[in-house]
């Protein structure tokens, strides 16, 4: 693995083909709460970032009386169930896990909930192949700034620059340079 000695994944877009399911969480959840199309947000625009960003403009447009956490609790139970049920793995991205985890110690670095990320990994023993791992709600600032993937290189015991990063979204992208 040339001079790097561990890697850091994202999740949603990477390992699993998770992001229609988020958003369709998301519709779901302000559909429940009387918006539908009325919402005003643009989800493609959160790919990459926390759930509590999404769900704190949606506040701010919307002025629901609903709190904080009701709205992310609503869409975390949809969307878990979701992944529970679809399983939906980028073909071969389990057996690159597989294959990584062999050679170098790795860390899984998202930017969902934590509750979401520990669903994921219970599904076919992904979690036994990481030795770390960061969600959204484990730092104060999320992608594109660089808590995630600082925290992920930290819990590993590596530099950041010792750290291949494997990411799909450009918030991701920029808080994986930002880290270095």
């Avoid at 979690?127 to 290189?153: C, H, I, N, Q, Y």
Wanted: charged residues 30%; contains cysteine; hydrophobic residues 45%.
């Amino acid at each position: 693995m040339d001079e790097h000695k561990a890697v850091i994944f994202d999740m949603d877009g990477v390992i699993v083909d998770s992001e229609a399911h988020h958003e369709r969480a998301f519709l779901d959840t302000v559909a429940e709460l009387g918006f539908g199309e009325t919402h005003g947000i643009r989800f493609a625009d959160y790919v990459g970032r926390s759930d509590r960003e999404l769900w704190q403009d949606f506040q701010q447009t919307n002025h629901t009386p609903h709190s904080l956490d009701e709205l992310r609790a609503l869409k975390r139970e949809r969307v878990t169930a979701i992944l529970r049920r679809e399983q939906p793995f980028f073909a071969g991205s389990l057996e690159l896990v597989e294959k990584l985890a062999a050679r170098c110690p790795l860390a899984l670095a998202s930017g969902s909930e934590r509750m979401v990320v520990d669903e994921v990994l219970k599904l076919r023993g992904l979690g036994r192949f990481f030795r770390a791992t960061v969600s959204a709600v484990d730092v104060e600032r999320g992608k594109p700034e660089p808590d995630t993937f600082l925290r992920a290189a930290e819990l590993l015991g590596v530099e950041p620059a010792d750290c291949w990063v494997i990411e799909d979204s450009k918030p991701g992208l920029a808080a994986a340079f930002a880290a270095g």
